[in-house]
């Protein structure tokens, strides 16, 4: 079955500190993947993506994230968090149309100043 | 700058009422998708379109329909609303093919309380 597994419910980092939020899914074929982040109240917003080519993407706001398609994981990363990234993160694998894009089930961000 | 408007924020309603939730693009795109978000359950596909009058259920459709009479606009409707549909609802679109293939364009949402 398909699915994506974000491990972590919540996570705390300090502002200034380094940032990885886990993603792992299960799909049939070779993967769309995607973050995507919502700020409280608001919808959600594409930070990257990947579909092929160059396993290590980049996306807004300085997050970058890697495919590692032997342990089926996604992660995000951001080297340095500032307060405005306090948010909800989702990962999400699909195709191409978005018809069977799956979501896992969020991490939210805090950020401590 | 590309847009999904859903038309109301919040909404309360009582047991029984029949509800109606409308979603707009202005990206001429041909999908469009609602999906409903709970705490803990990520985001769950109900229902979407690939064309005018075109509608395939997704993954928890029981007890919502879809109307889409224009590509623009996609109209989410609770026949009889239930306390279980208290939520927050989402629309988004896509397009098939070019770069942005696979990326879902999301409206604000609107939260549905249902009392």
């Known amino acids: 079955a398909q699915s994506v597994t974000q491990p972590d419910i919540h996570i705390t980092v300090s502002e200034g500190a380094s940032l990885e939020l886990r993603c792992n899914y299960s799909?049939?074929?070779?993967?769309?993947l995607f973050w995507y982040v919502q700020s409280p109240g608001q919808g959600l917003q594409l930070l990257l993506k990947?579909?092929?080519?160059?396993?290590l993407v980049q996306g807004i706001k300085g997050f970058e994230a890697e495919f590692k398609r032997s342990q089926s994981s996604f992660n995000l990363r951001k080297p340095s968090v500032h307060w405005s990234d306090a948010a909800e993160y989702f990962c999400?694998?699909?195709?191409?149309?978005?018809?069977?894009?799956?979501f896992g089930a969020g991490t939210r961000l805090f950020v401590k100043a | 700058d590309v847009k999904v408007t859903q038309s109301s924020r919040y909404l309360v309603k009582r047991t029984g009422e029949k509800v109606f939730l409308e979603c707009v693009q202005d990206?001429?795109?041909?999908?469009m998708f609602w999906y409903r978000q709970d705490p803990g359950l990520g985001l769950r596909l109900i229902y979407f379109?690939?064309?005018?009058?075109?509608?395939e259920k997704g993954d928890i459709p029981e007890g919502y329909s879809v109307s889409r009479e224009k590509k623009e606009r996609f109209s989410l409707i609770l026949e009889s609303a239930s306390t279980n549909q208290t939520s927050m609802y989402l629309c988004?679109?896509?397009?098939?093919?070019?770069?942005?293939?696979?990326?879902?364009?999301f409206g604000e949402g609107s939260r549905l309380t249902v009392l």
């Open positions: 379109s690939y064309d005018v009058k075109m509608k």
């Open positions: 799909y049939g074929a070779t993967p769309y």
């Open positions: 988004a679109s896509s397009t098939t093919g070019g770069t942005n293939t696979g990326e879902l364009f």
């Open positions: 990947y579909f092929s080519g160059d396993t």
């Open positions: 990206m001429d795109h041909e999908n």
């Open positions: 999400a694998v699909g195709n191409t149309g978005g018809f069977k894009t799956i």
